[in-house]
Nanobody, 122 residues
Framework: QVHLTESGGGSVQDGGSLRLSCVAS????????MGWFRQRPGLEREGVAL????????KYAGSVKGRFVFSRDSYKKSVYLQMNDLKTDDTAIYYC???????????????WGQGTQVTVYS
């Protein structure tokens, strides 16, 4: 049973924008903090952004703060990551995650999507 499904990845030039989407199953969306993570080539998975289950709080990694915006849509059971001013260092596979702890670390998340590739070229 698939709980999280990402979409919206692609290739974009340095300075461009992309919007990632993640559709969650109902019980996942209503009960979990949601996060976006990424795995850059040769590196471990890292946290990008986190939004609380009630959308009251967000947290961003320092490397994306001011450029990325995380939002939730309760009607569509979806979360989004608007990525602006993209840089080549943002090239990675991006994963949507669901979990209970308010920590932007992969170990705090128990449910994952399949990932979507984002490539930023100069």
């Amino acid at each position: 049973q698939v709980h999280l499904t990402e979409s919206g990845g692609g290739s974009v030039q340095d300075g461009g924008s992309l919007r990632l989407s993640c559709v969650a199953s109902a019980h996942i969306y209503s009960g979990c903090n949601m996060g976006w993570f990424r795995q850059r080539p040769g590196l471990e998975r890292e946290g990008v952004a986190l939004v609380s289950v009630d959308s009251s709080y967000t947290k961003y990694a320092g490397s994306v703060k001011g450029r990325f915006v995380f939002s939730r849509d309760s009607y569509k059971k979806s979360v989004y990551l608007q990525m602006n001013d993209l840089k080549t260092d943002d090239t990675a596979i991006y994963y949507c995650g669901a979990g209970g702890a308010w920590e932007l670390v992969p170990s705090a998340f128990s449910c994952w999507g399949q990932g979507t590739q984002v490539t930023v070229y100069s």
